[in-house]
């Protein structure tokens, strides 16, 4: 990107974000975006359109929202310059008000959990960082270690995320764990609401990712969202666990503060030794 026509480039981007309420997608505005640029001959990569709407959000003009692959929408200049506090912790999981019947329902043929680690996972280096402005970060596929102890099965996410991220007003190095737990369907989501709640004792924010493909637009899951919500756990629905425009946060993950005791021993039993050394080398 021309360093001398960033500022032109960023209100270009900004002129293609509609007015207050509205919203539009990365993967569309970034495509119009294109377009308008190779009409004057210019050309936009894929890690341009990240590092101007980054700027945008910076100077207080755009601000990030849900949708498949992310969004951005404008900021009113009132609601640009409030801060808004954040909400009180949420209420702790009455495990026993969810019964069987709750937990078991019927839906459409759902694809294998594991062939979705894969390419989740690469979405997740590809596509979640970049919405999330994350530069330094190891990132593995922790679901299935064999017989290695690691603490039981519901303290194994199925992808876990670690990253180490500096702010411009905060000093030091922050580390950040970042679990995601797969499910194949809604049959099992409430299954995984439970799973993602237990790997808060060790992760600073905490996924569940559910494949809706079999779904399409008569997708019932209120009471997930409901219980996500409550809990303070992130939900993400996607159809194509391989394009990351497919993905939708329909909750984000609230910030959790676990025992930094924990947050040591999940790295040492369940993150690679080199990706251990790598995490040293930046935390040093």
């Keep these: 990107m021309d360093e001398s026509k960033k500022n032109e480039y960023k209100q270009k981007l900004l002129d293609l974000v509609p007015p207050h309420p509205g919203s539009i997608g990365n993967y569309a505005v970034r495509t119009q975006l294109r377009e308008a640029l190779e009409a004057t001959a210019d050309h936009l990569e894929d ?107 519901w303290t194994r996410p199925d992808i876990t995320l670690v990253a180490v991220r500096t702010y411009a007003f905060t ?30 004792a060790f992760a600073h924010r905490s996924y569940l990712a559910v494949d809706v493909s079999s779904y399409g637009d008569s997708v019932e899951d209120e009471r997930i969202v409901h219980e996500c919500s409550r809990l303070g756990i992130g939900y993400i629905t996607f ?3 391989g394009d990351y425009e497919t993905f939708d946060i329909v909750t984000p993950a609230k910030l959790n503060e676990p025992d930094p005791y924990e947050v040591d021993t999940f790295i040492k039993t369940q993150i690679s030794s080199v990706n251990q050394d790598e995490l040293r080398e930046w935390l040093a």
Excluded: C
Excluded at 98 to 124: C, D, K, Q, W
Excluded at 178 to 195: C, Y
């Design 47 to 153: 890690g341009d359109y990240w590092v101007l709407r980054n700027s945008l959000i910076d100077d207080g003009l755009i601000e990030q929202g849900r949708g498949k692959g992310g969004s951005v929408h404008r900021i009113p200049p009132v609601t640009a310059a409030a801060a808004i506090p954040e909400g009180a912790p949420p209420a702790a999981l009455d495990v026993a008000s969810v019964t069987a019947t709750e937990a078991e329902t019927t839906g459409p043929t759902a694809r294998p959990e594991m062939v979705l680690y894969e390419p989740f996972h690469n979405s997740i280096k590809v596509g979640y960082v970049e919405n999330y402005r994350i530069k330094r970060f190891i990132s593995q596929i922790t679901a299935s270690q064999g017989r290695r102890l690691t603490g039981g099965r």
């Design 239 to 241: 159809e194509k666990p």
């Design 171 to 200: 000093p030091g190095k922050r580390l950040e764990v970042i679990t995601f737990e797969l499910k194949p369907s809604l049959d099992s989501a409430l299954e995984g609401v439970f799973e993602a709640l237990a790997h808060s």
